[in-house]
């Protein structure tokens, strides 16, 4: 998983994903979440010597990000080896995806765990905070104060129905914006380290601002959950229009008073509040209670189904390009709804989801030698992608938890 720079366009070391048809490419929440549980190895196994050579690798998948980041902030998601630098940046880059807001975030993790040194990143703070502004200028919807996806094109979770299909710019997506909570606290801890504390307050205030638009616009008090939010509304608008022979303005008498409709689709990612600390603890308890626990909807033998199995669009298909989250188990999904849980002190459902995932894991690796991307929840069968690595070792983190030891945590 480790890959020294290759002299094209990835001009630092960097980390995979570390399967067959990822093998030299670096991916945006990949390297991130990859390095979560490869730091949880170095820990447990690593020598001073193996934690100081690893550090170069995984700064290096910051400052490769940065390093095709200009002065208009934008960022891109993925870098292959072989790509040319000159078409890594799309022509109307506002019109499609950038990478997620997980960058502070990973950049966070390793200052917090070398003692709080953000010096290496000092020269290149600027273009971390143009890519904050990109997001902030050009993917926010003003009137909600929520963050949208542009298009389709992978946003992580592939085909989640909140987004997959749908008209650009019209998702404001719960997995985008518990991202970006994150992501902002991480840049207001980022800016505290280098001394910049204007900017750490702006960015704390940025976040507060962000959590309570959630909490306004994506909770949704009958079934106890969060959601993405639809943004696809017409205009409200003064302008005459002939209608019946009499001129007068459209639907004057009660014009719409909301500016966005929840999207009411079962996706795995509305536990993702917790994980962010978005949810109130009575939510969370909703959450939980009502969503969580439910074997008809999320809650499955060998985890957390990434749709609800009672939503039409439920299915186990083997895909890819776009891989399937309508359904199936991942890794990541149920490491993250394991650390909401923790933060809330849902313990007894934790150490359950932990084992459910270990007993996948065990199962996997003893049948096939290998883990693979995704997995069948009734009955822990793989699907696609053997070989798969990435990511999935996180359930080492979850054993450290499980065993009583320290487990390292993202930021």
């Given at each position: 998983?480790?890959?020294?720079?290759?002299?094209?366009?990835?001009?630092?070391?960097?980390?995979?994903?570390?399967?067959?048809?990822?093998?030299?490419?670096?991916?945006?929440?990949?390297?991130?979440?990859?390095?979560?549980?490869?730091?949880?190895?170095?820990?447990?196994?690593?020598?001073?010597?193996?934690?100081?050579?690893?550090?170069?690798?995984?700064?290096?998948?910051?400052?490769?990000?940065?390093?095709?980041?200009?002065?208009?902030?934008?960022?891109?998601?993925?870098?292959?080896?072989?790509?040319?630098?000159?078409?890594?940046?799309?022509?109307?880059?506002?019109?499609?995806?950038?990478?997620?807001?997980?960058?502070?975030?990973?950049?966070?993790?390793?200052?917090?765990?070398?003692?709080?040194?953000?010096?290496?990143?000092?020269?290149?703070?600027?273009?971390?905070?143009?890519?904050?502004?990109?997001?902030?200028?050009?993917?926010?919807?003003?009137?909600?104060?929520?963050?949208?996806?542009?298009?389709?094109?992978?946003?992580?979770?592939?085909?989640?129905?909140?987004?997959?299909?749908?008209?650009?710019?019209?998702?404001?997506?719960?997995?985008?914006?518990?991202?970006?909570?994150?992501?902002?606290e991480a840049m207001a801890y980022l800016a505290g380290q280098l001394g910049r504390d204007a900017d750490a307050q702006r960015y704390a205030a940025?976040?507060?601002?962000?959590?309570?638009?959630?909490?306004?616009?994506?909770?949704?008090?009958?079934?106890?959950?969060?959601?993405?939010?639809?943004?696809?509304?017409?205009?409200?608008?003064?302008?005459?229009?002939?209608?019946?022979?009499?001129?007068?303005?459209?639907?004057?008498?009660?014009?719409?008073?909301?500016?966005?409709?929840?999207?009411?689709?079962?996706?795995?990612?509305?536990?993702?509040?917790?994980?962010?600390?978005?949810?109130?603890?009575?939510?969370?308890?909703?959450?939980?209670?009502?969503?969580?626990?439910?074997?008809?909807?999320?809650?499955?033998?060998?985890?957390?189904?990434?749709?609800?199995?009672?939503?039409?669009?439920?299915?186990?298909?083997?895909?890819?390009?776009?891989?399937?989250?309508?359904?199936?188990?991942?890794?990541?999904?149920?490491?993250?709804?394991?650390?909401?849980?923790?933060?809330?002190?849902?313990?007894?459902?934790?150490?359950?989801?932990?084992?459910?995932?270990?007993?996948?894991?065990?199962?996997?690796?003893?049948?096939?030698?290998?883990?693979?991307?995704?997995?069948?929840?009734?009955?822990?069968?793989?699907?696609?992608?053997?070989?798969?690595?990435?990511?999935?070792?996180?359930?080492?983190?979850?054993?450290?938890?499980?065993?009583?030891?320290?487990?390292?945590?993202?930021?």
């Amino acid at each position: 998983m480790f890959r020294d720079a290759s002299g094209g366009a990835l001009v630092y070391p960097y980390i995979t994903p570390g399967s067959q048809g990822y093998a030299n490419v670096l991916w945006d929440w990949d390297s991130w979440t990859s390095d979560i549980a490869l730091r949880q190895i170095l820990e447990e196994r690593g020598s001073a010597e193996d934690k100081e050579k690893a550090l170069v690798y995984e700064q290096g998948c910051i400052l490769n990000f940065l390093h095709h980041t200009g002065e208009d902030g934008y960022m891109p998601m993925c870098i292959d080896k072989d790509s040319d630098p000159a078409k890594i940046k799309p022509a109307d880059i506002y019109s499609t995806n950038m990478h997620k807001p997980v960058l502070a975030q990973h950049a966070a993790f390793l200052t917090r765990i070398n003692g709080g040194d953000a010096s290496w990143l000092s020269e290149k703070f600027h273009a971390m905070q143009g890519f904050i502004d990109n997001y902030q200028n050009h993917h926010r919807h003003a009137e909600t104060g929520l963050y949208y996806w542009q298009d389709d094109l992978a946003i992580g979770v592939d085909n989640d129905p909140s987004t997959f299909f749908r008209p650009k710019g019209s998702s404001a997506s719960i997995f985008l914006n518990c991202l970006m909570y994150k992501e902002l606290e991480a840049m207001a801890y980022l800016a505290g380290q280098l001394g910049r504390d204007a900017d750490a307050q702006r960015y704390a205030a940025d976040a507060d601002a962000l959590k309570a638009a959630v909490q306004e616009h994506c909770w949704d008090e009958k079934d106890g959950f969060y959601y993405s939010v639809d943004l696809n509304l017409l205009p409200v608008t003064n302008e005459p229009s002939i209608i019946f022979g009499t001129e007068m303005v459209l639907h004057s008498g009660m014009p719409r008073n909301y500016p966005c409709l929840i999207q009411r689709i079962g996706v795995w990612s509305g536990f993702m509040t917790m994980w962010a600390g978005i949810a109130t603890e009575e939510q969370a308890r909703r959450m939980v209670a009502e969503n969580y626990s439910d074997p008809r909807t999320f809650g499955a033998p060998y985890g957390v189904r990434t749709l609800s199995k009672l939503e039409k669009m439920y299915n186990m298909n083997a895909t890819h390009n776009p891989s399937n989250w309508q359904g199936p188990i991942w890794g990541i999904s149920n490491y993250l709804v394991f650390r909401g849980l923790v933060n809330y002190g849902f313990n007894d459902e934790a150490r359950e989801l932990a084992d459910k995932t270990v007993t996948l894991f065990g199962m996997d690796y003893e049948k096939e030698g290998a883990l693979h991307e995704y997995y069948n929840p009734d009955t822990g069968e793989p699907i696609i992608n053997k070989g798969f690595q990435n990511w999935n070792y996180l359930v080492l983190n979850m054993i450290a938890w499980l065993e009583g030891r320290e487990p390292v945590a993202e930021f």
